[in-house]
């Protein structure tokens, strides 16, 4: 029995004891009548306490009305620190929530907390911009009525987790993403949603690129392979004979120039930010120019404008390298009779070097792809003129790393023109 309840019940018998000689001594109704007084103080006493407890049983708060008088205060004490303490424990878990919270919104993968129904929980905000939902509306719903591609709805009814589900995205955006359902708590679902855009595109760059590069060596070899084969064979004569060996020559050149420029492409990638020696352009538009009249073979007019002065910081053979495959695509990609122009101008904003020519031109769609390995509007014609195109895609990346844009303006049957634009800090001497 607790302290409280021994403290009322002994009121209650004090009552009795003093009644009772006052009853025995005096008169009995004076016992009786004191005995029933002091209890009836006593009950009033506690009608008073309960009330109180009772209305604080509707809306309990932590204050001065727990407060109470005689056998009461250990009860309201008891109550009071026992609401206190639940209190505490609350928003200790208040917190923990919080944190947890806080957690999976720190995530950089999408998570989705599914029941056993596979309604939304729970997600967080990459989730919500990866698969388009909003938390505030969308909880309680099922997911299948949120991402309604029908390979996700397949993925979720299958219910065979083994393999992440691979998703591209229908919102627009090229996305793909990769889906792990992970089973916890019995039926309930975790999804785990990861943003593969950057590795799936790499992954098919890497495809493209050994299939381009099998295919380009493909051609050459399989020529070469017949020739030997037929020399092999038949007996020919010697006039034959001789122009079958040029002809396997100029397949074997093509396929060490496609070598040499993958080996160029490569070692560009794989080699650290350039030099920060000082390129001689005076020497090296002067050196491009004879390039350019041995490649024309006469058939052109090359003409240079230079201001003669301002130099680049960089690497001088990626440099060369840029500059000789845009002079060289402007002869090759010029008729006979056409003027190829080798433009260089630096001042304290910045310099430009361009080449110009009044060749065949190209058509505007494909100007954002020219730079793509591989990529050519004409395959035969490139082909024929010796081409194997890796040259703007080595450009570019020469370019790139020395914070130059390439920008590239043409119309076709007019001419193209080819401009590297350096910011001041790589321009020296001017
Ligand atoms: P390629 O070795 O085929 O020349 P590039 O990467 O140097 O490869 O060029 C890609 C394509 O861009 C070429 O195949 C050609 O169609 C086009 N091109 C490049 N330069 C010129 C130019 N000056 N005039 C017209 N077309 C050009």
């Known amino acids: 029995m607790s302290s409280s309840l021994i403290r009322a019940l002994l009121l209650a018998v004090l009552a009795a004891v003093v009644a009772y000689p006052i009853g025995h001594f ?12 002091s209890l009836g103080l006593q009950m009033v006493f506690h009608f008073k306490n309960f009330a109180r407890l009772d209305r604080w049983s509707y809306a309990p708060v932590v204050d001065d009305s727990l407060e109470g008088e005689g056998a009461w205060d250990g009860i309201f004490g008891r109550l009071y620190r026992h609401e206190k303490d639940l209190r505490a424990q609350i928003a200790a878990r208040d917190e923990e929530i919080r944190m947890l919270i806080a957690a999976g919104q720190a995530l950089t993968d999408g998570v989705v907390l599914l029941d056993d129904h596979n309604q939304i929980l729970f997600c967080n905000t990459t989730a919500e911009d990866q698969l388009g939902l909003v938390i505030r509306t969308d909880r309680g719903q ?40 992970i089973p916890y708590a019995g039926n309930r679902r975790l999804m785990q949603v990861k943003d593969v855009t950057q590795t799936d595109r790499l992954d098919r760059m890497r ?25 092999q064979e038949i007996d020919v004569d010697r006039d034959e004979q001789k122009r079958f060996l040029e002809m396997m020559s100029e397949q074997s050149l093509r396929m060490q120039s496609i070598v ?26 002067d050196k491009l120019r004879r390039d350019a009249e041995a490649l024309s073979a006469g058939r052109h007019q090359i003409v ?25 695509n402007a002869v090759r990609y010029t008729p006979p009779g056409g003027t190829v122009r080798i433009l260089w101008h630096a001042s304290k904003n910045g310099a430009e070097f361009a080449v110009q020519d009044t060749g065949i031109g190209i058509d505007a769609k494909h100007i954002p792809r020219l730079t793509e390995r591989f990529y050519r509007i004409d395959r035969g014609r490139s082909r024929d003129a010796g081409g194997t195109g890796l040259g703007l895609a080595i450009v570019k990346h020469s370019l790139n790393r020395h914070q130059a ?20 800090s790589r321009v020296v001497g001017v």
């Open 304 to 328: 240079v404008e230079s201001d003669g002065q301002g130099d680049l910081r960089g690497s001088e053979p990626e440099l060369v390298s840029a500059f000789g495959n845009l002079v060289a």
């Open 142 to 181: 099922p997911v299948v009525n949120m991402v309604r591609q029908p390979e996700f709805v397949a993925y979720l009814q299958g219910e065979d987790f083994s393999r992440p589900l691979t998703l591209r995205s229908e919102r627009g955006e090229d996305r793909v993403l990769s889906i792990y359902v």
């Open 260 to 285: 040499q420029d993958l080996l160029t492409l490569s070692s560009i990638e794989s080699a650290p930010p350039p030099e920060a020696d000082v390129v001689d352009m005076v020497n090296i538009v």
């Open 405 to 424: 844009q390439l920008e590239i303006k043409s119309t076709p049957g007019v001419g193209s023109r080819f401009a590297a634009r350096f910011p001041a």
């Open 207 to 231: 495809r493209d690129f050994v299939a381009n590069v099998s295919h380009e060596l493909r051609t050459p070899l399989t020529v070469l392979a017949g020739f030997l084969e037929t020399l």
């Open 26 to 37: 005096v008169v009995p109704w004076a016992g009786w009548t004191f005995f029933c007084a």
